[in-house]
């Protein structure tokens, strides 16, 4: 038997978004939480760094909650990725950008490169990858140097 990965570390803000998604996916009465709920999640927190970042990329929170809600009450989304699947992406997300736990930035990430009706929602809202990556690593970049934390010069 293969041993399976450790769940990922998440942040206090990406807990809550998980627990907004399943909120959700049970309120709607769904079968199993998706990408579009873990969407709606997100969208729950505007503090959250995700958010930071959509607003940054001009992703309008309140119109992509709006759209997400209405598609999800016409039922059950027929995505195939699901939370599991966007926590797996979440976690390689934080490892590729060299945290140790998991934001919500991670999980928007995920979402973005997800595939599904959540990625074209949030790229028909002008929020993408290689954008979003970037805006994250310069937000990082910007927490670090308030911190005070120095980073080691570039060879």
Known sequence: MTPQPPDPVLTDRARRALERARDEQRRLGHPRVAAEHVLLGLLGDRRGLSGVVM???????????????????????????????????AQRWAETLKQVSVGTEHLLLALIGGGGAAARWLAEAGVHEAEARATTERLFQTVRRRSGEVEPPSA
């Open 55 to 89: 607003r940054e990329l001009g992703g309008k929170e309140a119109d992509l909650a709006d759209r997400a809600l209405a598609e999800l009450r016409q039922g059950a989304p027929d995505s195939l990725i699901g939370e599991d699947a966007v926590l797996g992406a």
